[in-house]
C-alpha cells in the first residue's frame, strides 16, 4: 500500500519526508522518491529502487534542499519497480506524488501524446503531470490547472501536488484513497495516514470523500466535492505513538472497509498491464498449460475467495478445480494427480490448518503457487512461487480488504491460466482486464450506500436468524456475508445457494427471519428473482443486493434494496462483498459487539 508525505514550510524538508517515509514502511513498498522546490522555485527530485536506505544513500550523495517537499513509497502498479517509474513523477512546471489508480489514463494519455507530449514511463501517475502542465501551458493558474485536472480523472486516488515557482502552494487531493491533513508552527504538511506525520504533528484532519486542499505555511482552504469551501474537524492524536490508527473512523474494521478501492487498486496495478490490456504475472517455474487439475486450499473468509477462484477458473479457463478446507483437506488423504498445481490463500502466511495443507500436497508432487499478504512468511518459504495481495496490514480481526486483494489476484491469476491454455483469446483477456481495472472506482461508488445499509441494519440486528442468499459467482459471496455476520454481531447467520433453498433451508422462513438476496443483473438473475419471490410469498423480510438494472426491475419486492454500479458479471464478486462487510459491522455497532476483537477469535490462527 503506498505511502504519501508532503510538507511546506520555512526550512529544509527532505530528511523530515524520508523520517515521514520510515513510518510508513509498514505498508510494504518497492521504490521511494522525494522532490522539492530546490531554491524555492525549481523541482528537484531523488529516487531510488528498493528499500528506503538507498533513497538515503541517495540524498547522503546529492543532498536536496528546499522548503516545500513531497514524498512516496511506492508499490509497483503501472509499470516496473524501477527508479524511472518511481514517484513523485515531475515536468518543469508540476510534481506529484499518487496512491490509487488512475482508471482513464490511456485515453488522457493519447490525447495529450497527440498535443506533442513526451512520456517517460509506464505509470499513470504520469498523465496526472502532464495533465495538469497541459492546463497551466493553456494559461490556467496553478489552482485552476489542478482543479481542471482532477475533474478529469477516474478512478481512486490520494494525491500530493507542488509547483514551480511557488513555494507558497500544496494542493492535496482524494477520491476513494485517504489522505490527511496536519497543521504545524509555521508550517503544515500532508500524508497518507496520522502515522506518516506522527513526527511532526499531533493536530489532523481527516480529508472527505471528494475533498481538495490547498495549504500555505499557515493556511488551508479545504473544498469538497461541489467545490464549496468547507470546515473539516481538527483531532488531537497521540503523535508519539507512531502506532497504526483508525483515523477518524470509530473502528479498524471500517477503515479498512474503506481502504478498498485503494489497496484492490494497488493491487490490481501490480497484475495488470493496462496500456496492453493484459494480465503480467511473474515468470511461473512450471508450465501453465501442462496443468490438468487444479486443486485450491483455505480457511475462513479465504476459503470463500477460493470458492469464487474455482468458478472463475472452471468456465473461463475450462479446467477441473477442487476447493478444500485447509483442517479437512489432508486428513481425508486425497489422491492428488502428478504435476498438478495446488493454491494456498492466506493472509498472514502462518496458519497452520494451511501450511500442513501445503506439505501434504507437496509431498504429493504437487507444484505449490500461494497468495499472501505478509512476506517472508513461512508459507512463503515453502512455495514455489508467492502472489502477493497489497492489503496492507489488516487489525481487524473479521477480513475485508484482504478478502478483495485474494479475489484480485486470484482474478488475475484465472485469465493467465486461461489465456495459457488457450480457451480465452487476446481480446476476450483484454475484456477482462478492463472490467477489472473499473473495479476500484466502483467500490467507492458502493460507499456511498453506507448510509442506507446502516439503516437496514437496524432491522437485522433485531433478529435472532439471517439467510444469506445467491447464485452463481455470489454463492461464495452469500456464504462470506453470514460468516461476517456471525464473526461480528454474534447473530446466527447461514448463506445458502438460492436454488437450495426448496430442498429444506425454506422451512426456516418466517416473518422474523431477514433474507440478505446478493443478485447482480446476468444469466442468472431471473433465477435468483425467482427464489427470492419464493420467499417473500412465505413472508421472509428480504433486503435485495443487486445493481441499477436489477433495482429497477425487482427492486420495489423487497423491504430495501441496495443498488450498486453495472459492472461486467466477471467481476460483480469484488463489489458485491462490500455491502455484506458494510451490513455485518453496522448489525454489530448496533449491538454492541466488539467490532475488531470479537470474543474467542483471533487474526491469525498459528495452531490446529
Request: with cysteine; hydrophobic share 40%; aromatic share 6%.
Amino acid at each position: 500500500m503506498c505511502g504519501i508525505i508532503g510538507i511546506i514550510s520555512d526550512h529544509d524538508v527532505a530528511g523530515r519526508i524520508v523520517d515521514g517515509l520510515r513510518r510508513l514502511e509498514y505498508r510494504g513498498y518497492d521504490s521511494a522518491g522525494v522532490a522539492t522546490l530546490f531554491d524555492g522555485h525549481s523541482i528537484d527530485r531523488r529516487r531510488a529502487k528498493g528499500k528506503l536506505v538507498n533513497l538515503v544513500n541517495e540524498l547522503d550523495r546529492s543532498p536536496l534542499p528546499g522548503f516545500v517537499g513531497i514524498g512516496h513509497t511506492r508499490w509497483a502498479t503501472h509499470g516496473e519497480p524501477t527508479v524511472e517509474n518511481a514517484h513523485p513523477h515531475a515536468s518543469e512546471k508540476v510534481a506529484v506524488v499518487h496512491n490509487g489508480i488512475i482508471e482513464n489514463f490511456r485515453e488522457l494519455r493519447e490525447r495529450l501524446a497527440a498535443k506533442g507530449h513526451v512520456f517517460n514511463t509506464e505509470t499513470d501517475t504520469e498523465t496526472i503531470v502532464h495533465l495538469i502542465t497541459d492546463f497551466i501551458d493553456q494559461g490556467k493558474s496553478r489552482r485552476d490547472a489542478a482543479k481542471a485536472a482532477l475533474s478529469e480523472l477516474e478512478g481512486a486516488f490520494a494525491l500530493a501536488i507542488i509547483f514551480e515557482g511557488n513555494n507558497q502552494l500544496m494542493i492535496g487531493a482524494r477520491r476513494g484513497s485517504p489522505l490527511v491533513l496536519g497543521y504545524g508552527e509555521n508550517e503544515m504538511y500532508l500524508g497518507s495516514d496520522a502515522i506518516a506525520l506522527s513526527h511532526l504533528t499531533d493536530r489532523i484532519s481527516y480529508l472527505d470523500e471528494g475533498d481538495r486542499v490547498e495549504i500555505s505555511k499557515t493556511t488551508a482552504i479545504i473544498f469538497d466535492e461541489a467545490g464549496e469551501e468547507v470546515a473539516r474537524e481538527v483531532h488531537v492524536v497521540d503523535a508519539a505513538s507512531g502506532a497504526i490508527d483508525k483515523g477518524n473512523y470509530k473502528h479498524f474494521m471500517m477503515k479498512e472497509i474503506y481502504e478498498q478501492p485503494t489497496v484492490v487498486g494497488q493491487t490490481l496495478g501490480t497484475l495488470i498491464d493496462p496500456l496492453k490490456g493484459r494480465v503480467e504475472l511473474p515468470d511461473m517455474p512450471f508450465d501453465l498449460k501442462s496443468i490438468e487439475r487444479v486443486t485450491i486450499i483455505a480457511c475462513g473468509t479465504s476459503f470463500y475467495a477460493a470458492m469464487v477462484a474455482k468458478y472463475w477458473m472452471e468456465q473461463v479457463g475450462r479446467i477441473n478445480v477442487d476447493v478444500d478446507i485447509a483442517s479437512e483437506f489432508r486428513y481425508r488423504e486425497p489422491v492428488m494427480p502428478k504435476n498438478g498445481l495446488a493454491i494456498f490463500i492466506s493472509q498472514s502466511g502462518e496458519t497452520a490448518d494451511t501450511l500442513a495443507a501445503l506439505r501434504y500436497a507437496k509431498a504429493q508432487g504437487q507444484h505449490i503457487l500461494s497468495i499472501l499478504n505478509v512476506a517472508q512468511s513461512s508459507m512463503e518459504r515453502e512455495s514455489d512461487i508467492v502472489l502477493h495481495t497489497h492489503a496492507g496490514p489488516e487489525v481487524g480481526v473479521a477480513s475485508t480488504k484482504a478478502f478483495t486483494c485474494q479475489l484480485s489476484v486470484l482474478a488475475c491469476f484465472a485469465i493467465t491460466h486461461a489465456k495459457a491454455r488457450g480457451t480465452i483469446d487476446e481480446a476476450e483477456e483484454s475484456r477482462l482486464c478492463v472490467a477489472l481495472s473499473e473495479v476500484p472506482a466502483r467500490m467507492a461508488d458502493v460507499l456511498n450506500h453506507d448510509d442506507a445499509i446502516q439503516t437496514m441494519a437496524l432491522d437485522v440486528a433485531k433478529a435472532q436468524d439471517v439467510i444469506y442468499l445467491g447464485r452463481g459467482l455470489e454463492y461464495p459471496i452469500a456464504m462470506e456475508g453470514a460468516l461476517k455476520l456471525k464473526e461480528i454481531s454474534y447473530i446466527h447467520a447461514e448463506g445458502y445457494a438460492a436454488g437450495e433453498m426448496k430442498h429444506g433451508p425454506i422451512a426456516l422462513i418466517d416473518k422474523n427471519v431477514p433474507i440478505i438476496v446478493i443478485a447482480p443483473s446476468g444469466r442468472l438473475y431471473e433465477k435468483t428473482v425467482s427464489n427470492m419471490q419464493e420467499v417473500i410469498a412465505r413472508k421472509g423480510q428480504v433486503y435485495f443486493f443487486t445493481d441499477i438494472k436489477g433495482a429497477e426491475i425487482d427492486g420495489e419486492a423487497a423491504i430495501a434494496t441496495i443498488a450498486l454500479p453495472m459492472l461486467d458479471e466477471f467481476v460483480t464478486p469484488l463489489l458485491h462483498a462490500i455491502p455484506v462487510q458494510l451490513l455485518s459491522y453496522h448489525v454489530a455497532v448496533a449491538k454492541g459487539t466488539d467490532v475488531d476483537q470479537p470474543r474467542n477469535l483471533a487474526k491469525s490462527v498459528t495452531v490446529e
